[in-house]
């Protein structure tokens, strides 16, 4: 079983929006805060956004604050990534990534393999 | 935010090499840093965090090192499995920021 599997990206329109999920398996993902960490064509990796394991808290990169949205769904271990207003920029992979531990800020330890977003007319 | 410069951005060895990578953060972080290596078309793995402990599974040739505003990490013996891209990140502070990378290369 594959801890972390993304899925939804995919070609859209400047302006479009798109809905990206993680589906979690083999941890207790309610029990951690989980990341979006994306990485443009040829590039290095950016950090794009986090929330707390009981979803009460959201961080965002600011080249997407306001734009993107992160939640996620305990119930179901799934994490999602509500992304809108898409410029070229934003063409990237996205990877969501589990924090080691519940409260300290140690490291991601666990990534998932990437899905594919294209901002292209 | 936190910026983390890497030096150098590409280097080149040859298989049983030392090589150091430094990492150096435009603030003081404590022990907030990871090392992360990445191999073309897949995801990231986590090599080491809190600046010098190594994740489980990692072999032991890799190391860190350092504290506040300057951190390497050191591949010892390189092996034909490690050329790949290496990144720093900070956990300091959100943003998460990482290092813009290190490619190693076979020389």
């Known amino acids: 079983q594959v801890p972390l599997v993304e899925s939804g990206g995919g070609v859209v329109q400047p302006g479009g929006s798109l809905r990206l999920s993680c589906v979690a398996s083999g941890f207790a993902f309610s029990g951690f805060g989980m990341h979006w960490v994306r990485q443009a064509p040829g590039k290095g990796l950016e950090w794009v956004a986090f929330?707390?394991?009981?979803?009460?808290?959201?961080f965002y990169a600011d080249s997407v604050k306001g734009r993107f949205t992160t939640s996620r769904d305990n119930s179901n271990n799934t994490l999602y990534l509500q992304m809108s207003s898409l410029t070229s920029e934003d063409t990237a992979v996205y990877y969501c990534?589990?924090?080691?531990?519940?409260?300290?800020?140690?490291?991601?330890?666990?990534w998932g393999q990437g899905t594919m977003v294209t901002v292209s007319s | 935010d936190i910026q983390l410069t890497q030096s150098p951005s590409f280097l080149s060895a040859s298989v049983g090499d030392r090589v150091t990578i430094t990492c150096r953060a435009s603030q003081g972080i404590s022990s907030y840093l990871a090392w992360y290596q990445q191999k073309p078309g897949t995801a990231p793995k986590l090599l080491i965090y809190?600046?010098?402990t190594l994740q489980s599974g990692v072999p032991a040739r890799f190391s860190g090192s350092g504290s506040g505003t300057e951190f390497t990490l050191t591949l010892n013996n390189l092996q034909p499995e490690d050329f790949a891209t290496y990144y720093c990140q900070q956990l300091s502070r959100y943003p998460r920021t990482f290092g813009q990378g290190t490619k190693v290369e076979i020389k």
């Open positions: 990534a589990k924090d080691q531990l519940r409260y300290d800020p140690e490291a991601f330890d666990i």
């Open positions: 929330i707390r394991f009981d979803g009460f808290y959201k």
């Open positions: 809190a600046a010098s």
